[in-house]
């Protein structure tokens, strides 16, 4: 399991940080994992999978 910090995630989603964190107050996007005081980061392959979901419902 790779853990990303939201600079990755800000990468490979297009979105801005704002967007991303409400998002998940939305709960529409994968929730961060703390690592401690003042660091997050995201569970790659659930950021994987949420892009791939968006993806498929293109249609």
């Given at each position: 399991m790779r853990?990303?910090?939201?600079?990755?995630?800000?990468?490979?989603?297009?979105?801005?940080r704002s967007t991303i964190?409400?998002?998940?107050?939305?709960?529409?996007?994968?929730?961060?994992v703390s690592l401690g005081a003042k660091s997050v980061a995201w569970v790659e392959a659930?950021?994987?999978e949420w892009i791939e979901e968006k993806v498929r419902g293109r249609g």
């Open positions: 853990l990303i910090k939201l600079k990755e995630v800000i990468q490979k989603t297009s979105l801005g964190y409400e998002f998940m107050t939305k709960g529409t996007f994968p929730k961060q659930e950021v994987d």
